[in-house]
């Protein structure tokens, strides 16, 4: 317990060390530098996480990075409390509402780019894959069905051989030569302008491409990070504003108890305790009982959220869609059967002398068959999907901004109380506005609910008919005597 006690006792030293100005001791100094570097070794080590995890550079340089925000952040939270204040605003905004913005506008990105890039790998698969089917549709001509028309003519011409009248007085000879030849010149040099083409598009469209994502996903990160700067400068300017006591100033802490508990010692007007509408208006922190009120702010939290998620469901939809209808297409031109096309010929031959018949005519045919198919198989298209790698990231993405978003009103209340500890001053000049402000609402709330009794007591007829009340009362004692005497 002893030893608890001592801890709680240090970490309150250091954390009053911190948020006080710089003193000229040299235990301060050397307590206060210690604070400060541990605080911007950590800031360096998160900001090497992020830029590791999210491929922004390579590890050397965000090594680098790293190690030279540590070493400049810990020079200036030495040497400047506005700066120190501004690292711990900065650390509680990443998980508010400018770190929700960043983390939304991140996974924008990510959905966008995985499937702008996959649903463009699909369409060029589907092209490459018509491409392939019609060169090999081009060479199949060459060896089929026309190797079977040159056996048909040969077969034709050796039948026709056979009838050798008078063989044994005239010897005739003669030799057939068939060969093929297709014209398809212009569809071969179509073909190979088409490839080319593609190949032209696809090359730029994935130099852009991944010029887009070298720079966007650089782009991303600096965007979300200027986003959680320009909301935590925003922030503290308007705390420290000249009207920075009208600012989000409706909490009760616990400086604003110990001065209205010194106002009543004293026999000043005080305000505690709170009337019932007047706790739903003014919030008691640090509490974790939400009020409507913010509750209604973290409903707020989670509508861009939601709706984001439903632009990112349509993109994936998309991006499923066309992966879906080409994978059934591959899966019907798969099942599909080859054709097989009968070849059948014959012919009949009947020998005459003399226009008489010594014998009976012979008949010979030629038979063969070839397959064809509609799509050839090493040509069907092999669709991609890139969901499993989108929705990890989202699905980090998602929980995180879950998480921010239960805790959205906590780190709200943090965010004031750690400008409160930086600023004392500023603090007390909150706590008199504050203080005056409920005053004036009650003495405003009192002088209506005198004039509503006033109207009240106004339109009732005892007001205008005194008389008539006193008759009345009258009459309810003499009642009242009569029903006493036996």
């Not at 009650?442 to 002088?447: D, E, F, N, V």
Request: proline fraction near 3%.
């Amino acid at each position: 317990m002893i030893e608890f006690v001592k801890v709680t006792r240090l970490c309150l030293h250091l954390v009053d060390t911190f948020v006080s100005e710089r003193k000229t001791e040299w235990k301060n100094s050397l307590t206060l530098l210690v604070v400060c570097c541990i605080f911007g070794l950590i800031l360096g080590s998160t900001l090497l996480l992020i830029l590791h995890a999210s491929e922004t550079c390579t590890f050397f340089i965000a090594s680098v990075i790293s190690t030279s925000i540590t070493f400049a952040m810990s020079t200036l939270l030495f040497y400047s409390k506005h700066v120190r204040c501004f690292s711990i605003l900065f650390l509680l905004s990443c998980g508010m509402r400018e770190g929700r913005n960043a983390l939304v506008t991140a996974g924008t990105g990510i959905v966008i780019f995985h499937d702008i890039k996959n649903i463009f790998t699909n369409l060029r698969n589907l092209a490459d894959s018509i491409t392939c089917n019609l060169e090999a549709k081009r060479l199949s001509l060459q060896v089929t069905p026309l190797d079977h028309y040159i056996k048909t003519i040969q077969w034709i011409y050796n039948q026709s051989a056979l009838i050798r009248p008078f063989s044994d007085i005239v010897t005739l000879s003669d030799k057939v030569d068939v060969h093929a030849s297709i014209s398809d010149e212009k569809l071969k040099l179509k073909l190979n302008e088409t490839e080319l083409q593609i190949q032209r598009v696809v090359d730029d469209i994935s130099y852009l491409l991944e010029a887009t994502f070298f720079v966007g996903r650089r782009l991303l990160f600096v965007l979300g990070l200027a986003i959680v700067l320009i909301g935590t400068g925003v922030f503290l300017r308007r705390y420290l504003s000249k009207n920075g006591r009208k600012f989000d100033n409706t909490y009760i802490t616990k400086r604003f108890i110990e001065f209205d508990e010194h106002n009543r010692k004293e026999g000043k007007p005080y305000v505690l305790p709170l009337n019932k509408k007047e706790k739903n208006e003014y919030i008691t922190i640090p509490t974790l009982h939400l009020s409507r009120k913010e509750r209604k702010h973290m409903g707020l939290f989670f509508l861009p959220i939601l709706m984001n998620l439903g632009l990112w469901a349509l993109f994936m939809a998309i991006d499923f869609s066309l992966y879906w209808l080409i994978f059934s297409v591959s899966k019907h031109l798969e099942n599909l059967p080859e054709q097989n096309i009968p070849w059948l010929i014959s012919n009949f031959r009947e020998q005459r002398v003399l226009g008489i018949v010594p014998k009976e005519g012979t008949k010979n045919s030629f038979s063969a068959s070839f397959k064809i198919s509609l799509f050839e198989r090493d040509c069907i298209p092999t669709p991609l999907i890139s969901l499993s790698k989108a929705w990890i990231l989202l699905g980090i993405i998602i929980v995180v901004l879950f998480i921010l978003g239960m805790l959205s009103a906590v780190l709200s209340q943090l965010k004031l109380l750690v400008s409160a500890s930086f600023y004392p001053k500023k603090e007390l000049e909150r706590i008199h506005y504050l203080h005056s402000k409920v005053l004036k609402k009650r003495s405003k709330a009192g002088i209506k609910n005198a004039e509503q009794k006033r109207n009240a007591m106004a339109t009732t007829v005892h007001f205008w008919f005194p008389l008539l009340k006193m008759k009345q009362a009258a009459e309810k004692t003499t009642d009242v005597i009569a029903e006493n005497i036996p």
